[in-house]
Structure formats: C-alpha cells, structure tokens
DNA sequence: TTGTATGCGTTATCAC
DNA sequence: GTGATAACGCATACAA
C-alpha cells in the first residue's frame, strides 16, 4: 500500500498539489472551504506527511539531537524529559545517542547527527574528550550547539551547567557544620569543568572555615565506585572523618568500604556525594547528597535552543544546587 | 557556508554527479582510479550524504525507531544499548521515544516514527494500552515491527519476550524451598502478557509443590513502589509470610514496611523482585530477584528487526530469565 | 566504465 | 485564492 502523498489528495479533489500543501501547512491564502474540504479529505485517505520530503525542501528538519555519556543515569535520563517537555510542544523530536563516555562514539554520533540534518543537538560530552575539537565540527556546519553540564567554553554555543561550586562549597560546609575535623574530597578527572569547579567549591568550604588545604587528601581519580572503595581505604590511612564525594558511585564505595570495615556512618565518618541517584536515599544510611535538577536542565537546553534557533541568542545558564540532606553526615556535635 | 554536494564535487573534477553518486555509495561499476580520485576529493570537500535527499530517493531510511515507556529503567535502557550494539555495525540509527506509560504519547511517538520513515520499530508497548490498535497502523504502514517485552500476539511482528512463565516459576520455588509456607503474590495488572505469565508461574510453582492457591493473596494492582508497601500490610493481615513480587520498585515497598514495622527479612518474611533494579543489591537485606537479560533482550529485537527486514523472517524469541539469589529469601530452613 | 534523464514528495516563487 | 513550474540532493534505469 503505497503511502498517500499530496497530489494522491489533490487528484481526488481535482485541484493542484499547491493548495493542498498551503492549505496542509496553515498557509493563510486558501480559502476556508478548501482548506476544510482538503483537511477532510486528508485525514480520511490517512495522509501523513513526508517529512524527509518536507525538509529537504525547507532545508532544515524539525529535529534535534541530543548526545550523552549514557542514558542510564538518573541524571541523563531526566535532562532528556526535561528537553523533551520544551522540545515536542514547539514541533520538534529528539534524537537521544550515547557516547559511553567514549571520544569515537562520540565523533560517530555527531556525524550521525549532522547527517540526519539536525536542526541543533545538545550536548554533554564524554569524559574522553578533553578537548572541543569534534564539536567544532557542528558549530562549523552552522547547527546550533547547546552544551550543558560538562562544557568546552572555546566554542560558540548556549551552556547550562549547574553552579557546581556553590553547590560543593554548601556540601563541604554541611560536614564542617556536622563537626568533622579532616574532611576529604573524592573528584573526578581535572579536565572536566564539572570536577574543577566541584574542587573549588570544596576549598573555599575549608578556607572560609579556617580549616587548613591538604593536597593529601584530595583524590582526583574519576568517581566510580571502585575508586569510592579504593580511595576510602586511602583517606582513612591519611587520617580522614569525612569526605564530599563528586559523585553517588564514588559515595556508594565509601560506605561498602566503612560497612566491611565496620566504620560507623555517620558516627565516625561523614559522606556527603553529588547527584542524588535513585539508590541515594535507599542506603543504610541514607545518603546526603546534591541534587543536580536534572529536569531543568533539559528544559533550560531546549530553551535555550529555540532562542539561538528562533532569535540568535546565545545564553549561558547556571542552575542552582540543592543539597538533600539525609543521615549519612549528620552526626551530633560534639 | 553551503554543505557540498555530489554535483559540486562532480564539478569540481569534471565529472558527472552520477559517477560521484555512484562512487560514494560503493558500486561497483566505476573505476578503481576515479573511485580514489571522488574519494579524496570528497573528504577534503567535507563532504556529507544528505540522509534526506538520499533516503526519499531510495524510499527508505537507515533509521529504526524504538518506543519504550520510560528510558530510566535499567531494564529498558540496556535494551536500547544491546539494541545499538547490533544495529549501528548493520548501518542503522535509533530513535527512541518514551511513551511515559501513556497511550497518547505512544500514539504520538508511533506518529512521528512513521512520519520520519523509520525502517522498522522496536516497541513495547504503555500500559495504559490494552489492545494492538495503535501499533496496527504500523504494520498498515508497511513498518517492520518487532515487538518486546510486552507484546500483543494479534498484530504480524516479530516478538521477543523475556521467559516470565518459567522465571516466576523458580522465584517461587526459590521461596518454597527456603521453607515460608504461605507464599502471596504481587503482580501488575492482568492484561499484559507479562504479569499474566508471571502469575501462571507463581500458581504453577505453588500447585506443583502441593501447596494451595489462594486468591485472596494474590494482589494484582501494580507494581509501583506505594503498591508493594500498601500491599504488603494486607499480605500480612491474611497471614502471609513471603511476597513474590513481579517488579523491584514493588518489593522495595515491601521491604520499606517490614522495616518501618520491625519485621525481620528474611527471618519473618521472604521477598524475591523481578528485575534486578540497580538499587536491588544495595538494600539492606540485599533483594533476591529475577535478571531480564535487557541486553539479550535489545540484541535479539534488532536481530529480529534485520532478519525481517532483509530475509522476511518472522520470529518470535524467548529469552530466559535468572534467579540472583542474594539474602531477601534466604533464612534457615526449619 | 561513464553520462543522460528522470523522479522521490514537498514547498516556494512566480503568474494569473 | 489557485495553478504551473522549478528545485531541494540524491540514486537509478537506460543509453552510450
């Protein structure tokens, strides 16, 4: 069953395919009769546009792509309802491709993309990329680039990033508030925005507090949860009470090493972690930790595609942190 | 900046756009030295197919379109990555689309699929659609269908579902053998193949043990976190001391009451989940549950979709399930 | 092996 | 308000 295409309309009412296609996309100059005649007629032949026709006419699509690390991550797949709630409304689909934090994922998703003739694409970009190298490449093809949470700043795009450092400054100052003495910070790879920034906050904590900066316990592996479990064992050896963790992971391997080491959380060591996974509030204890408004996010990306899309504003965006706190720093003072 | 197209490189090198044309897309009848010679051009060009002007010439696109009810469930996000690792080597992209368990997103998603000329579509379907009408517009349209998970057997699709029948069968027997003698069960709602196979399972294991079936603690609302934790006060009121339960999030709740009212898991009262969330083994105690396979699962539907596509095979695929048993149903027998 | 001609379905620019 | 015509970029049947 070949598909019905405008002229098979046309055809049926003896008119041209012209008016059926004005009178399809709202064009004004048609006549209300035809219009209503046409869109009748339409619906009952089970019309449904050609889009790949349509936009290789228009010379632009109605879709936009959005590239991640992964979507099975709480945050992830929330920045993606968020854009989706902004994104379908105003007429446009989203693609959804991972990297797997990989570089060469990556570069395979953006050429995918820009093949598909994306209207713009939003991305985060995998951890393997160190540098704004492939995503030039879509600047460079003129599709409108909106990066958030982990952002190159040498590349003409609109950004959405959590204020990560007011945030790790509050989680930092939450354990010096609880009473901890030698608080620790668990990080990610010193490349990322994200990390740096993360880091900073922590120092200002301490330095604000009158509390003394040691490189010695600052751990910037990456914020697994094999890192989290390694790295506890490091920090109880340096002569830690608590740590701030970038990362829930990185958090969750704290607290198996203090659970197979029979240390008390929060009782003799604090852990506050960043992200507010879903099994954050499921661990005994229950874990303190940043929530990142993942939602808003998404909705503050797609908006800000249609702003550079719809009125060349480029934006930078900085969403606010919240810290949820729940048991695992909140010991009493002493 | 205007992307390339094969007319300028064929003018660039005065040729014909055809012999390019011909060249990029691999065919055969062109020569080794003008191949070499499109070849470097192109790349030094920068030049890109169109997907759009390519796929409406050709009448078909490399896109494949998937539709699950939501991407932040480890399940289906690993059914969208096994998906991908079969189809991207093959030459497809995927779509996806959640349909938030809501008939008119997934009705709009089917829509926009169709609209854009997805080759084929991988879908399992919301829950709050209870029967094939939707999806036999796909299959009207002349989609490749595969459906997982939860399918309906009255459309002509491929299928793969996981063995829920069998699966429940052992949790059962899991829970029998660890010696609880009166075994309720909580299913989602019984119009899904899922939780129908499911509950044949658990009565299956129940009679096949000698042990009798009583509907009155078979609870079939749905498996939502408040629904295991409501439910499993009533379980207790009619005397039960395990749950089989057809979903994490449900057993969760489950256990969140025992908790909350001193019960002991798994001393008082057994649970096993299905799924094997990723919160399952964080618990305390950690949850014996039933593995999907999701990855097998995604692998096996895109398969599917390619031997439909290119061999007009038609298959319908049962994946096993697998007991990880952990401590939530593991006292000492009496 | 290469060139010529045509059309995929739609939309935009004319003219009427 | 409607119709005729061309073009988006590419792939193919046919001719050479």
Chains 1, 2 share one sequence.
Do not use: W
């Amino acid at each position: 069953m070949a598909k019905t295409t405008i002229s098979d309309i046309a055809k049926a009412l003896g008119i041209t395919p012209s008016t059926v296609s004005r009178a399809l996309a709202g064009n004004s100059r048609v006549s209300e009769a035809t219009r209503m005649m046409i869109e009748r007629k339409a619906s009952e032949m089970g019309y449904e546009r050609n889009l790949l026709a349509s936009s290789l006419r228009k010379g632009f699509t109605d879709t936009v792509g959005m590239i991640v690390p992964r979507i099975n991550r709480q945050f992830f797949s929330n920045v993606i309802s968020g854009a989706e709630a902004i994104l379908n409304p105003a007429g446009f689909n989203l693609i959804i491709c991972q990297s797997h934090e990989r570089r060469e994922d990556e570069r395979r998703a953006i050429a995918t993309l820009i093949r598909n003739q994306v209207a713009g694409m939003l991305v985060s970009h995998s951890l393997e990329s160190t540098s704004s190298e492939s995503l030039r490449e879509v600047v460079d093809q003129g599709v409108v680039l909106v990066q958030f949470d982990r952002i190159f700043d040498d590349l003409e795009s609109s950004t959405v990033v959590n204020d990560n450092f007011s945030g790790a400054y509050e989680a930092t100052k939450h354990l010096i508030e609880a009473g901890y003495h030698r608080i620790g910070h668990l990080g990610g790879d010193d490349q990322s925005n994200v990390y740096i920034e993360r880091r900073r906050g922590y120092i200002k904590a301490l330095t604000d507090a009158g509390m003394a900066v040691d490189e010695d316990i600052i751990f910037g592996d990456s914020i697994t949860r094999d890192k989290g479990f390694y790295n506890m064992a490091k920090a109880l050896d340096k002569g830690c009470d608590a740590l701030y963790c970038a990362g829930d992971y990185a958090a969750l391997g704290v607290m198996e090493y203090a659970r197979h080491n029979h240390i008390d959380i929060p009782g003799q060591f604090g852990v506050v972690g960043t992200a507010n996974e879903n099994f954050a509030e499921l661990l005994v204890p229950s874990l303190t930790t940043l929530e990142q408004n993942a939602t808003e996010i998404g909705q503050r990306a797609a908006q800000a595609f249609l702003d550079m899309r719809f009125n060349g504003v480029v934006s930078n965006i900085v969403v606010s942190m919240k810290l949820i706190v729940r048991d695992s720093a909140s010991r009493q003072h002493k």
